[in-house]
Nanobody
Framework: QVQLVESGGGLVQPGGSLRLSCAAS????????MGWHRQAPGKQRELVAT???????NYPDSVKGRFTISRDNAKNTVYLQMNSLKPEDTAVYYC??????????????WGQGTQVTVSS
């Protein structure tokens, strides 16, 4: 009964910007952390950004200074603002949430992914 719905992907030119959104819904008791991973063709899935329930963030060097993760706790929504996009950012971006359900079970949940393509 937990869903993560992503939006905001698309085609953008190098140097452009996109803003991804991910809304968690369902029988959620609490969310410990949310974030984003990405997977490019032929590559392993990699961390893009995370944010904890207290607002602590983490980024790899590849996106630091260009990407910003934020959250709206009232909406159970996490955002990823991506600026100065490069062709190597092209990937499917997956939202995840580390959460506890109303029944008390804790686990990781994933969205279906949204395609980001950076190309001229």
């Amino acid at each position: 009964q937990v869903q993560l719905v992503e939006s905001g992907g698309g085609l953008v030119q190098p140097g452009g910007s996109l803003r991804l959104s991910c809304a968690a819904s369902g029988s959620i008791f609490s969310i410990n952390a949310m974030g984003w991973h990405r997977q490019a063709p032929g590559k392993q899935r990699e961390l893009v950004a995370t944010i904890t329930s207290i607002g602590r963030t983490n980024y790899p060097d590849s996106v630091k200074g260009r990407f910003t993760i934020s959250r709206d706790n009232a909406k159970n929504t996490v955002y990823l603002q991506m600026n100065s996009l490069k062709p190597e950012d092209t990937a499917v971006y997956y939202c995840y949430a580390d959460l506890r359900r109303l029944g008390g079970s804790r686990g990781d949940y994933w969205g279906q992914g949204t395609q980001v393509t950076v190309s001229s």
